[in-house]
Nanobody, 125 residues
Framework: VQLQASGGGLVQAGGSLRLSCAAS????????MGWFRQPPGKEREFVSV????????YYADSVKGRFTIARDNAKNTVYLQMNSLKPEDTAIYYC???????????????????WGQGTQVTVSS
């Protein structure tokens, strides 16, 4: 399974970006897809996740109300619409695909079996 993230870039505070993550290879249905991020000098942190088939979503408190996660199961693609961006949203954003069976919190990185390469998001003040 390969995950290809795209859509990052440089944006001013208050602006928007839309990240995409396309899965290829031996893709499996009925798995959750998530986004994590790693700010400069900090640990990787949970951002959002969407369960199969797409009706259940969770967000970190820091992005709730500003970010929206969605998935297109026919295209094996997950999206993260980011609005009202803040400088503190600056990070490398990673998409991830969960294990078929999740034995930990879905916000825990250990719940995910496959990771994309990351896409840089930089928000200037």
């Amino acid at each position: 399974v390969q995950l290809q993230a795209s859509g990052g870039g440089l944006v001013q505070a208050g602006g928007s970006l839309r990240l995409s993550c396309a899965a290829s290879g031996r893709t499996a249905s009925r798995v959750a897809m998530g986004w994590f991020r790693q700010p400069p000098g900090k640990e990787r942190e949970f951002v959002s996740v969407i369960r199969w088939p797409g009706t259940t979503t969770y967000y970190a408190d820091s992005v709730k109300g500003r970010f929206t996660i969605a998935r297109d199961n026919a295209k094996n693609t997950v999206y993260l619409q980011m609005n009202s961006l803040k400088p503190e949203d600056t990070a490398i954003y990673y998409c991830a695909r969960s294990h078929s069976i999740i034995s930990s919190s879905i916000a825990d990185a250990h719940a995910y079996a496959y990771w994309g390469q990351g896409t840089q998001v930089t928000v200037s003040s």
